[in-house]
């Protein structure tokens, strides 16, 4: 049975106990002079919590624990040559035994009885072969039987999940059932499972930051034993040399302070554009636009942010590049009469144009909630003493609403930072360092995609450096956001 069957019964379990613990609460009545404790929709949630809450704990449980005892169990039954060999030799073979498990799983009934421990792995690779099922040809007879052992024994597993889990379902229905009485505190019980469940949501955004810390720290502090920090945060030239694992050669040249140069540089290029046309855009719809224009213009101007980044990538590439290229050929043949292009396609300027698009939409909405959450008294008092339009958005408006405008900008900040597949097709892969924002540079985030690329073993230099370069780029970032957060409590107006 599959698991998602299996959660489908513990519902239906779940939804049975509720309806009949709702018609005890009812038939139930209470003495004189008692009053019943909670209601009867709380008795029939404290009945579902019982039959469903530990079963799928129970269930999640086991389809952790299950593959990890299999697969312990079904190693330890490997021939001693295997075992005697490196771990990446019996990962390897673990897998070759489970895909033959799995094709196992794939052959009808009658084809699948006719495979025994002593058939040759041969006949089984044919006999897989047949049914489309791909096969690695590195198995040897001693997989067979293991093969088949796998299967029985996650087989058994998932019989003995699925009635245990539908068992518990069951008796913690009908214990919560029985449990049901005139002074239950139902109420307060199931108000405390929904808390639990309010926290542990709430968890999962703490326990991902964590683990994405710890499984980059563990990794950047491997290639910091190898190279030095002070080569990597103050080296100017960027320039690892790939070398085989094991290599004991020249690791190359891990020099930072280029990548970050241009994950800057390109930023603040987007940003100079994007947030002065972001920030007009929002005074516009929120002080001079008419409600038809602003449920028109808003919602428009929000549709860049659901574009993908590929496709502004493609249009960098396919369009702008070649149009500033173009143009600046244009206008150095018109002064010099040479139509060499100074401007080239890929470059700090055209990736800067085209991330300052996406960012508009960001930018602009944010701040046009920010202005508009400045309370209405304020435009009023300063039009009632006879200020303009304008001089109340630049008097009034704006200095209220400042710190959530620099908080806005600080966070827009961060998600430039960020951009790859913007960066990679507008301004190129090259890790230069120059001022010259028509020549192509490169940011951390391309980097990180560079070095993680193809088949690669994550204990080289070459590698390891794209983990020191995306915590060193998640400090950047966390650094802006307490920055925008600090900027916003020390600043922020209270209204009434």
């Given at each position: 049975m599959s698991t998602f069957t299996i959660i489908l019964i513990v519902l239906a379990i779940g939804l049975v106990g509720a309806y009949l613990g709702y018609q005890r609460s009812r038939s139930q009545m209470a003495p004189e002079g008692m009053r019943p404790h909670s209601r009867p929709i709380y008795h029939a949630s404290f009945v579902a919590s019982w039959a469903i809450i530990p079963s799928l704990l129970l269930l999640a449980a086991w389809l952790v624990v299950s593959p990890i005892v299999i697969a312990a169990d079904v190693r330890g039954s490997f021939p001693e040559g295997v075992l005697a060999e490196s771990q990446l030799t019996e990962d390897l073979a673990y897998g070759i035994v489970e895909s033959l498990g799995t094709g196992l799983q794939v052959l009808p009934a009658d084809e699948r009885q006719t495979v025994t421990d002593t058939t040759p792995v041969k006949d089984l690779i044919d006999l897989l072969r047949q049914r489309g099922v791909p096969v690695a040809s590195a198995s040897t007879d001693w997989m067979v039987p293991m093969a088949l052992h796998l299967n029985a024994m996650q087989f058994w597993s998932r019989l003995a999940m699925t009635a245990v889990v539908i068992a518990l379902a069951l008796g913690g229905a009908y214990w919560g059932y029985r449990q049901i009485a005139v002074r239950l505190r139902a109420r307060n019980i199931v108000e405390s499972v929904v808390k639990g469940a309010l926290i542990a949501?709430?968890?999962?955004?703490?326990?991902?930051?964590v683990g994405i810390v710890f499984s980059m720290l563990f990794e950047t502090v491997d290639f910091f034993s190898r190279i030095s920090a002070a080569e990597f945060f103050f080296g100017t030239t960027w320039e690892p040399r790939f070398s085989n694992v094991g290599s004991t050669g020249n690791a190359g040249s891990f020099g930072f302070i280029p990548l970050l140069a241009g994950t800057l540089y390109i930023g603040f290029v987007a940003m100079l554009i994007a947030v002065p046309i972001g920030l007009f855009a929002a005074i516009y719809m929120a002080e001079y636009a008419s409600n038809r224009t602003r449920s028109f213009v808003k919602p428009l101007l929000e549709v860049l942010a659901g574009i993908p980044t590929i496709v502004y990538g493609f249009f960098a590439l396919v369009t702008v590049g070649p149009f500033l290229r173009d143009l600046s050929a244009q206008v150095s043949g018109l002064l010099t009469g040479d139509?060499?292009?100074?401007?080239?396609?890929?470059?700090?300027?055209?990736?800067?144009?085209?991330?300052?698009?996406?960012?508009?939409?960001f930018v602009s909405s944010l701040s046009d909630d920010i202005i508009t959450s400045v309370p209405?008294?304020?435009?009023?008092?300063?039009?009632?003493?006879?200020?303009?339009?304008?001089?109340?958005?630049?008097?009034v408006i704006l200095p209220a609403a400042l710190p959530g405008i620099v908080s806005a900008i600080l966070l827009t900040a961060s998600r430039a930072i960020g951009e790859t597949m913007i960066v990679v097709l507008a301004a190129g892969v090259a890790a230069n360092l120059t001022l010259n924002p028509l020549e192509p540079m490169t940011t951390i985030t391309v980097k990180i995609v560079a070095q993680l690329t193809g088949d690669l073993e994550f204990d080289t230099p070459q590698t390891l450096v794209a983990f020191a370069l995306g915590m060193t780029l998640f400090v950047i970032t966390l650094c802006l956001n307490i920055y925008a957060l600090y900027i916003v409590r020390k600043y922020k107006e209270q209204y009434e």
């Amino acid at each position: 049975m599959s698991t998602f069957t299996i959660i489908l019964i513990v519902l239906a379990i779940g939804l049975v106990g509720a309806y009949l613990g709702y018609q005890r609460s009812r038939s139930q009545m209470a003495p004189e002079g008692m009053r019943p404790h909670s209601r009867p929709i709380y008795h029939a949630s404290f009945v579902a919590s019982w039959a469903i809450i530990p079963s799928l704990l129970l269930l999640a449980a086991w389809l952790v624990v299950s593959p990890i005892v299999i697969a312990a169990d079904v190693r330890g039954s490997f021939p001693e040559g295997v075992l005697a060999e490196s771990q990446l030799t019996e990962d390897l073979a673990y897998g070759i035994v489970e895909s033959l498990g799995t094709g196992l799983q794939v052959l009808p009934a009658d084809e699948r009885q006719t495979v025994t421990d002593t058939t040759p792995v041969k006949d089984l690779i044919d006999l897989l072969r047949q049914r489309g099922v791909p096969v690695a040809s590195a198995s040897t007879d001693w997989m067979v039987p293991m093969a088949l052992h796998l299967n029985a024994m996650q087989f058994w597993s998932r019989l003995a999940m699925t009635a245990v889990v539908i068992a518990l379902a069951l008796g913690g229905a009908y214990w919560g059932y029985r449990q049901i009485a005139v002074r239950l505190r139902a109420r307060n019980i199931v108000e405390s499972v929904v808390k639990g469940a309010l926290i542990a949501a709430s968890s999962i955004a703490v326990l991902t930051t964590v683990g994405i810390v710890f499984s980059m720290l563990f990794e950047t502090v491997d290639f910091f034993s190898r190279i030095s920090a002070a080569e990597f945060f103050f080296g100017t030239t960027w320039e690892p040399r790939f070398s085989n694992v094991g290599s004991t050669g020249n690791a190359g040249s891990f020099g930072f302070i280029p990548l970050l140069a241009g994950t800057l540089y390109i930023g603040f290029v987007a940003m100079l554009i994007a947030v002065p046309i972001g920030l007009f855009a929002a005074i516009y719809m929120a002080e001079y636009a008419s409600n038809r224009t602003r449920s028109f213009v808003k919602p428009l101007l929000e549709v860049l942010a659901g574009i993908p980044t590929i496709v502004y990538g493609f249009f960098a590439l396919v369009t702008v590049g070649p149009f500033l290229r173009d143009l600046s050929a244009q206008v150095s043949g018109l002064l010099t009469g040479d139509y060499a292009s100074f401007i080239q396609a890929q470059s700090v300027l055209t990736a800067g144009l085209v991330m300052a698009i996406m960012l508009i939409p960001f930018v602009s909405s944010l701040s046009d909630d920010i202005i508009t959450s400045v309370p209405g008294s304020l435009r009023d008092g300063s039009l009632g003493l006879g200020a303009t339009r304008s001089e109340t958005v630049k008097r009034v408006i704006l200095p209220a609403a400042l710190p959530g405008i620099v908080s806005a900008i600080l966070l827009t900040a961060s998600r430039a930072i960020g951009e790859t597949m913007i960066v990679v097709l507008a301004a190129g892969v090259a890790a230069n360092l120059t001022l010259n924002p028509l020549e192509p540079m490169t940011t951390i985030t391309v980097k990180i995609v560079a070095q993680l690329t193809g088949d690669l073993e994550f204990d080289t230099p070459q590698t390891l450096v794209a983990f020191a370069l995306g915590m060193t780029l998640f400090v950047i970032t966390l650094c802006l956001n307490i920055y925008a957060l600090y900027i916003v409590r020390k600043y922020k107006e209270q209204y009434e």
